[in-house]
C-alpha cells in the first residue's frame, strides 16, 4: 500500500484483513483444539527399530513402552498440523490483504470521482453535477444529494446576482433623476424662484423614494437574519391599529378575531403594512367597485392573516414571482395614490413570515385580485389553545 495521508481505503483494507487473520486464527486454533481432544484413529501393538529392549527386530514391547511412542507421534503430528495451519494463514491473510485493498479501491472509485468533479466547481460553474450512474447505494445516495446542494446553491447565487444588479438599477434611477433635475435648473441661468422651488421638491421626492428603498432593504435583510426580539402579541389588535384608511379609496372590509402571535412586533407590522398597501394599490383604477377584506383569527391553533382584493386578473402561473424582489406583474400601476411600488412588499412578508416559522400562501381570484393567506405558528399559550376556532371567510 502505498504511503501518505491516511485514507480510507488503507484503512479498510488494515480492516478487513485484521478481521480475516482473527476469523481465521480463531478458525484453526478451534481445528487444533478439537484435533487434541480426538481419540487416536491408530492403535500400536508392535513396530520394528533398533534400540528397543530385548533386541532389534520386529517385536512387541510392553504397554508404557507403546503409551510413550504413541504419545510421542500424536504430539508430533499435531506440531507438524500447527505449523501447516500457521503457512496457510499467513498464506491467505496476505492474499486477503491484496484482494482488500483492490475491492476496497474498486467500491471507493467513484467517490474519488466525484472528489475530483467537487474540487473543479466554483462560484463560477455551479451548474456542474456529479451525476454519479450505477446502482442505488449509499455513494450514489450520497452523490444526488450534493448535487441537489449544488442547484439549490446555483438558485441562491442567481438570485443573489439578480438581487444586486435590480437593487443596483432601483438606487441609480432616483440618483440619475436627482442629477438631471439638478443640471437642468443649473443650465438656467435666469431661472425663476419658482423654477428653483420645483426643482428642489422634485430632487426631495427623488430622496424620498430612495429613502423607502433603502428602508425596504433594511427590513428585508432584517427579517432573512432572524429574530433579534419576541414579544406576545394579538394578530387582530395589530391590524386594527394599521388597518388602510384611505379617502376615496377601496370599500375595507374587516373580521378581526383575537389571535395571538409571538414574534418581532415591527416586523409582524411591517408585514401587515405592506400586504394591506399591495392590497390597496394593485386594485381597480379609480377605485371603481374595489374592495378589500382582511380577516384574522385561528386555524388550528394557528394565528392567520388573510386579505384578499379586488382587481386586475392574475395568471396563476406568474404569482409564485410576486414574492420574489423587484418582480412586478405588469407595468400597470393604481393611478391617484402618489407613489409606485417598489417590487418589494411580498418579498419582504414571505421573509418576516419565514422569519417566524410561518408561511404564505397566495391565490389568485378567477374575478380578479389576489387572496394572500399568512399563517404563522402557534404560540402554545393557554389562551391560545383554549379559545374557539374563528372560521376563515371564503373568498371566491
Partial sequence: MPRGPRSIRRRLTLLYSALFMVAGAALLGFTYLLASKSEPSTTISSFEGPGLPGGAGRASPDPPTLTMYAEALRADQLHQLLIEEGIALAVMTVAAVALGWLMAG????????????????????????????GPDDELKAMADTFDDVLARLEGAFEAQKQFVANASHELRTPLTLQQTIVDVALADPDASVATLRAACLRVRAAGQEQERLIDALLTLARSQQGLQRREFMDLAEIVRELLPEHDGGPRVDAELNSAAVLGDPQLIERLVVNLADNAVRHNHPEWEGSWVSLWTGTDRGQPVLRIANSG????????????????????????????????????IVAAVAAAHGGSVAARPRPEGGLSVTVTLPATGTRADRDAPAAMAPHTS
Fill in 106 to 133: 474498486r467500491v471507493l472509485a467513484p467517490l474519488r470521482t466525484m472528489t475530483a468533479v467537487a474540487r473543479r466547481i466554483s462560484a463560477e460553474n455551479l451548474g456542474q453535477r456529479l451525476a454519479v450512474s
Fill in 312 to 347: 386586475r386578473v392574475i395568471p396563476p402561473d406568474q404569482v409564485a414571482g410576486l414574492f420574489q424582489p423587484f418582480r412586478r406583474l405588469g407595468a400597470e400601476r393604481v393611478r391617484g395614490q402618489g407613489r409606485d411600488g417598489l417590487g418589494l412588499g411580498l418579498s
